[in-house]
């Protein structure tokens, strides 16, 4: 797409996922207007264009006034604001409903062409979890202010800088076990054959469910998938579920991991209750991202419900992410095994 001169404001764009979209921006022609609350931390986004094509400025979603002087004179909004964990006054009914209503609100306000809202597709008005509710809602406030909007709920990024396989990848270094959150602790029978005998013998296997399902997707293709819904009049209007080609359980994620990362763990199953207590504790610990929300998210799964539309709608092949995966995670493995050429 050659946007080559226009003006995109990209809410939320020093992030994991905004980092991929200013650069295909960048790529396409476009300036690029990133809005951030930190904007020293968003400098480096300025080495990805030309001089002068990518401008941070200081952008707070619950503060309309700063949101009308990020989207001024766009002609594009896209927002990626979003949090993983609450702090201080960064609440998810501040930054997914509020935020969001205060952007779809602005962007009407001002004219602009294209208002592009990323969701996740968690965003479920019935879960457990209070991120995945203000998702929805967040969703429902744009419609409501910018009828227009494209709403695109990607599944669990995969990348280098993704928070799932980094941080059990950092975690499978220090310690023997892995947690499968939400298995039952009662392991399963099952008959094996016996190795110098016709004879089979029972073994315990444990999470032999394997917990909830995800179809992770590269934050590259989700990247690619939000500069298609610009100028895309049949994504006007309408929700998109990203996900990439295969389904996979939270036990075979972290099998992947460890094959990449050449660890050796033992995956074992963390019961609801254990996991719930277990982040209750880690909530204290400043800056620590596990909490009793991201349980939930994790036991309910990341999956597409099959009601909207996919990414292949938007003319997009999604990779599999088995391709991606050993460009970052060789950087765990033991040191005398990180070797560019294998044996």
Known sequence: MNMKGRLVSVIGGAGFLGRYVVQDLVRSGARVRVGVRDTEDAHFLKTLGEVGQVNCVYTNVCDINSVRNAIDGADSVINLAGIIAKSGKNTFQNVHVDGAKNIAAAAKAEGVKNLIHVSSISANPQSKSEYARTKFAGEQAVLEEFPDATILRPALLIGPEDQFMNTFAKMARYIPLLPVVGCPVVPKIKMVAGASSQWRIPMLEFCSMGGANFQPIYVGDVAAAIIKSLDNKQAKGKIFELTGPVTY???????????????????????????????????????????????????????????????????????????????????????????????
């Open 249 to 343: 359980s939270f036990k075979r994620l972290l099998q992947l991991m460890l094959e990449q990362t050449g660890r050796n763990c033992l995956i074992v199953p963390a019961p609801i209750p254990l996991a719930l207590t277990q982040a209750f504790f880690m909530e204290f610990i400043p800056g620590s991202i596990v909490s009793r929300d991201q349980v939930w998210l994790l036991v309910e799964g990341n999956v597409k419900s099959g009601e909207h539309q996919t990414i292949e709608d938007l003319g997009i092949t999604p990779k599999g992410i088995e391709s991606v995966l050993p460009t970052y995670l060789r950087c765990y493995r033991p040191t005398k095994n990180q070797r560019i050429r294998e044996a």
